[in-house]
């Protein structure tokens, strides 16, 4: 896979740089947990190896990283990720995919707050 960056006067601007993969933007899509005090640590350990099984089985989801929270200033979120995607398309059919959708009715009622952040890569 080809990355190209677009969107710079020249090689030094670095802070108007977009990752574009042929002709689609990427999409980066960012989650924060915060859990129950009732999810056990093997919830959290399923919980990491169904998310990164999520790659290879839906369609556009190019890279996943999950693992716990290392910063100090977490605010009380403990784990974490970040997913990227082809483009908008491939995100919005990972929201409504039924191995996403069951993960998530797994998971939801484990997580006391669950925050998503999604911007163009």
């Known amino acids: 896979m080809k990355l190209q960056k677009v ?3 020249d090689e030094t601007d670095v802070g108007h740089m977009q ?3 042929g002709e689609f933007t990427m999409i980066v899509h ?3 947990f915060q859990w129950k005090p009732q999810a056990t640590e093997q919830d959290k350990q399923q919980a ?3 998310i990164r099984a999520l790659q290879g089985q839906i369609p556009g989801l190019i ?4 693992n716990a929270n290392t910063s100090p200033r977490s605010q009380g979120f403990t784990h974490g990720g970040v997913m990227k995607f082809r483009d908008k398309a491939a995100l919005k059919a990972y929201f409504t995919h039924p191995v996403h959708q069951e993960l998530v009715d797994w998971l ?4 006391a707050v669950a925050a998503e952040l999604d911007y163009e890569a």
């Open 63 to 66: 890279e996943t990283s999950y």
């Open 7 to 9: 969107g710079c006067e």
């Open 48 to 50: 990491a190896e169904r």
């Open 30 to 32: 960012a989650f924060l």
């Open 108 to 111: 939801m009622p484990l997580l």
């Open 19 to 21: 990752e574009k993969v």
